[in-house]
């Protein structure tokens, strides 16, 4: 939200007091507490009349110092909030002298001026990160009698700010006006389904924002110098992360807010859907399996969407029996094919749901104020919601999943959670504003956390839609509703990775676009990007995504691709332990894995698929694409051909191409099977050690399905022959080829 009119003035009717400086400062074992009145004090009588900011610095955790801003603190404490996971052992350090005050967190320390106007600014052991500085904190009062707090944060030259989400439109924010509000919006505007008040900076630090209340940033965008943050209200707290790596601060960050699950194996297979609109029945479900094996097409996971249920009835959770009149049979009869099953699930019960009049009675379902259901006509005809913070209602509506689950069912596409109202009273008397964000985190973890009671650690997975800070835990998240085009194409990538500089560890999107039918360019150019995500899904709304749809190369460039990721499996499986072992995504900005290298900071067409994998989609249907490789040595996974980094390419590419590179000195695990994403990834592995020079030594982890460690492979390069020995585990027929 923007208060100023220009740098100088404000806004008609808009007022503003700000820290003038420090009075004094209070010591704690393991916080400071500055008091800054708006104005300098020079006498007793100063003091009168006078608002005054309490300013306290904590340390929730090594590396991440706490700030909170408060004028008046006589409000009744607000919830929902944030679930952090706090350290209260780690060392924190507190010193004041006759001009500074500050407190130490692992290599992060806050310095406060005590002399001056008010300067708060925080350091690493490389220099200054950023700062608060005069009139960067601000407690605005606009024209209609409303308070504001905000916080302006300096903004270096050159600097670049990352994440606040799942947002589609240029990678770095700067610049941007975003607002952390949960909207059904698509991916073509501004709003997003997952809004996240942190962002991470190429100075190498981040920011939460803590609270799942409406969070207005300014970007640059107010002052350019500075990147603003405002609430409503007389309170505002906010994390800084050191690094000083992009991936450090990510660890602080989900060591914080939490790290994502681990995934089962056969989530990262290919997933075919019913589509939205479309007409099907138990016939079409059979044709479309017959029709993957029958084309030597792998298939994973098999997803109903919401017209398995019939219509005007969302939720009942009742099969529509004209449909699917033998759902427990056609389910084990996918199983016995090796299918997991998915479905389609929401929060909202329509008013003709069977569960609508249960819910209610009950006071399940959410409530306006006057006590009565909330309800409205879009989507579902008199729908309500239910109201997760009634542990009753959650459990009520995990037993209608249980039966689910007993039927045979793996899975849950948890779609909507965004259109959450304001004009509302929660069970548990949350407040409504900050209740629209978070619901989709409890809405989320009501399913994952079934499913993990059912299927066990490691075997749990959703295909969620909306979320907020904290949501990684419940994997995975897809990148909602999108045209069926290449401008779409890459608004999809550029939600993925601000979304994965946000803390969300797996990501997928609809290969082919949702809305709409795609051209068969499209689709063909959508399947290779799809394969080379973390998970992969056809998926469409008035149209199928079978590829046979589109045209016969449809089908063999859907067969290449799904093959290389099942091969690719070994890797892709321990890329996903990082993800879930220390919250780095696995698939990452460039910026992510090169931050030294200034030519990467803006690229949101290209992306890192782990550590050592570079995928440059292409956009367009000609196929000519322009990338960018940094320093080193890199080979094409497709053809074999070595480049040298640092520089641009432009490349013509058919469609069962794209520019697939791997990194030099990388050791790539290729597995002996491509048909199936569950196997021995250890057994007959290939291990691809990429431009190693004489005397190298490199070891390399081999993961086993369900988790644990399969291997580990020691690998010395000695007169250009490489040596292999299993230091741990076993590694039973694998071989070992040098490319140079």
Known sequence: ???????????????????????????GERSLTAFAPARRIDRRGDTLNQPLFTVTLDAPAEGVIGVLIVHHAGGVPARPAFELQTDDLHPVKVEVDGTTARLTSGDLTAVLALDGPWDLRFEDGQGELTGSG????????????????????????????????ERFGPLVKNGQVVDIWNADGGTSSEQAYKNVPFYTSSRGYGVLVDTPAHVSFEVGSEVV??????????????LVFAGPTPKDVLRRYTGLSGRPARVPAWSMGLWLSTSFTTDYNEPTVASFVDGMAERDLPLSVFHFDCFWMRQFHWCDFVWDPIAFPDPAGMVQRLKERGLRVSLWINPYIAQRSVLFEEGREHGYLLKRPDGSVWQWDKWQAGMAIVDFTNPVATAWFRSKLQALID?????????????IPTDVSWYDGSDPERMHNYYPHLYNQAVFDLL??????????????SATAGGQQFPVHWGGDCESTFEAMAESLRGGLSLASSGFGYWSHDIGGFEGTPDPAVFKRWVPFGLLSSHSRLHGSGSYRVPWAFDDE????????????????????????????????MMRPMVLEFPDDPAVSHLDRQYMLGPDILVAPVLSA????????????WTSLLDGTAVSGARWFTQQHGFDTLPVYVREGAILPIGAVDDRPEYEWADGVELRWYQPTDGDVRRIRLPRPGGGTAAVVELTLTDGRPVATVAEGNCDHFTVNVVS
Request: hydrophobic share 40%.
């Open 452 to 465: 993990r009671e059912n299927r066990g650690d490691g075997e749990a997975v959703l295909f969620a839609r």
């Open 134 to 165: 005069a009139r960067s904190i601000g407690l605005i009062t606009d024209a209609d009698g409303r308070q504001f707090l905000h916080e302006q944060l300096a903004l270096g030259v050159g600097e670049s700010i990352y994440g606040l989400g």
């Open 1 to 27: 939200m923007k208060f100023t009119d220009g740098y100088w003035q404000l806004r008609p009717g808009v007022s503003r007091l700000s820290p003038a400086g420090v009075e004094s400062v209070e010591t």
């Open 225 to 238: 110098s500075r990147n603003q943050f405002s609430v409503e209200g007389q309170e505002l707290r906010y």
């Open 407 to 419: 039927l045979g069912v793996d899975c849950f596409k948890t779609d909507f959670g965004e259109r």
């Open 622 to 633: 000609a196929g000519a694409v322009t990338f960018y490789l940094p320093e080193g040595r």
């Open 554 to 585: 449809a089908v063999a460039v859907l067969r290449r691709f799904t093959q290389l990721k099942l091969s690719l499996m070994p890797y892709l499986a321990e890329v996903a332990e990082q993800a879930h072992q220390s919250g780095t995504p």
